[in-house]
């Protein structure tokens, strides 16, 4: 069964620091790009930075660029964001997503619609 469970979230205060995972099963990350998305209350939901473990590759969005870093750990099969300088405006439910790796797919990684599968999230709080 293809699954993604995420974990890591919680309540830290802003410049602190918070490292999310997305452990996989069914598939191996170095196949697909995994990305981050996270949705605020009253948002849509966006994308946050992903990887393409399978030739080195990642993205970030210009919001999280310098404070996050996503990373891959082919054993475990699981996909990380270490996330620092926190602040109140990173406050959402972040998402795992992931689909087959494709240069077209790298491209379009910030398009929600176009990943195959997804976590059910986790939530991050930053206070102020």
């Known amino acids: 069964e293809v699954q993604l469970v995420e974990s890591g979230g919680g309540l830290v205060q802003a410049g602190g620091s918070l490292r999310l995972s997305c452990a996989a099963s069914?598939?191996?990350?170095?196949?697909?790009?995994v990305a981050w998305f996270r949705q605020a209350p009253g948002k849509e939901r966006v994308a946050v930075s992903c990887?393409?473990?399978?030739?080195?590759?990642?993205s970030y969005a210009d919001s999280v660029k310098g404070r996050f870093t996503i990373s891959s750990d082919n054993a475990k099969n699981t996909v990380y964001l270490q996330m620092n300088s926190l602040k109140s405006e990173d406050t959402a439910v972040y998402y795992c997503?992931?689909?087959?790796?494709?240069?077209?797919?790298?491209?379009?990684?910030?398009?929600?619609?176009?990943?195959?599968?997804w976590g059910q999230g986790t939530q991050v709080t930053v206070s102020s």
């Open positions: 069914g598939f191996a990350v170095d196949d697909y790009i």
């Open positions: 990887i393409s473990s399978g030739d080195g590759r990642t």
């Open positions: 997503a992931a689909d087959p790796r494709s240069d077209y797919m790298y491209y379009r990684w910030r398009e929600a619609g176009l990943y195959d599968y």
